[in-house]
Each structure stands twice: as C-alpha cells, then as structure tokens.
C-alpha cells in the first residue's frame, strides 16, 4: 500500500514532542511489519514503544496500537508504527508491506495479505516528551 501524509506545521515546535502514525488492519488489529519512508532518516523511525499502550487504552477505536497480550505477563509485537520526530517532516510518503502467508503455522500477529483500503484504519498520534498522549486524530478508516 503507497500512502502520502501531510500536515500543517504547528504554531509552536514539538518541544521533545512526537507524532506517531499508525497503519492497523481494522479485521485483526495488527499493523504492518515493515512501512518504507521517504523522509530524513533522523526525522522518522519504524518501531514501537511501550507508550503505544496507553494509546490504546485511552482511544479503543485505536485498537492493535498497542503490543498484543498473548498471556497474563507475555506481549507480542504486532507491527511497527511510524514516529515522526521533525514537525517538518511533512509530506510522508509511506509504503507498507502486506505479505500473503499461504499456510501460515500459527495465526500472525502482524497484518498480512489479502487486504483492502476500506479494511484499513490510518491514525496520527501526538505525545509528549515523557509519553504523555495528547490527542489522537483518525484519517481514514
């Protein structure tokens, strides 16, 4: 999937400040393992970070943002998200990769293929620097 994010740059500088955007697959709530970039390479990283969950917690039309829980004390990652560090990183321009697991030996844990546009929910996420959420706004889906 090819996307393009953009946005205005905010009246005053993220101050430590951060932007997540998140790419979940609405059906199974897992993201994409691997979304390519065309932005600096200090300005945007693919990961995920603890905070993510507190994301999910306080906005539950954000599900999957989070780890998934497959025990009482065992998380799995279930994809990456993009942090965008540089309010100045607009346009993004993304590709994320949905791969066809034919037979796959146990359910996956990050969004694979077949999947539509309409089966996608595409989030930015604004928080600050110790991890405190702002605000979260939906894009589309």
Same mark, same amino acid.
Request: proline share 9%; aromatic share 8%.
């Given at each position: 999937?090819?996307?393009?994010?953009?946005?205005?740059?905010?009246?005053?500088?993220?101050?430590?400040?951060?932007?997540?955007?998140?790419?979940?697959?609405?059906?199974?709530?897992?993201?994409?393992?691997?979304?390519?970039?065309?932005?600096?390479?200090?300005? &945007?990283?693919?990961?995920?970070?603890?905070?993510?969950?507190?994301?999910?917690?306080?906005?539950?039309?954000?599900?999957?943002?989070?780890?998934?829980?497959?025990?009482?004390?065992?998380?799995?990652?279930?994809?990456?998200?993009?942090? &965008?560090?540089?309010?100045?990183?607009?346009?993004?321009?993304?590709?994320?990769?949905?791969?066809?697991?034919?037979?796959?030996?146990?359910?996956?844990?990050?969004?694979?293929?077949?999947?539509?546009?309409?089966?996608?929910?595409?989030?930015?996420?604004?928080?600050?620097?110790?991890?405190?959420?702002?605000?979260?706004?939906?894009?589309?889906?």
């Amino acid at each position: 999937m090819l996307g393009r994010i953009s946005w205005q740059d905010p009246p005053k500088p993220l101050d430590g400040g951060s932007f997540a955007i998140f790419l979940i697959d609405k059906r199974t709530h897992h993201k994409p393992e691997v979304i390519a970039v065309s932005a600096p390479q200090e300005a &945007v990283g693919l990961g995920s970070a603890g905070v993510d969950n507190k994301i999910e917690e306080r906005y539950p039309w954000l599900r999957g943002a989070g780890s998934l829980k497959v025990r009482d004390n065992e998380w799995r990652d279930n994809g990456g998200r993009l942090g &965008v560090a540089d309010e100045n990183a607009s346009p993004l321009t993304f590709v994320a990769l949905f791969p066809y697991l034919e037979k796959p030996d146990r359910e996956p844990t990050i969004a694979t293929a077949p999947v539509a546009m309409s089966d996608l929910l595409l989030a930015l996420v604004y928080m600050g620097p110790d991890g405190q959420v702002y605000w979260a706004q939906r894009l589309q889906g």
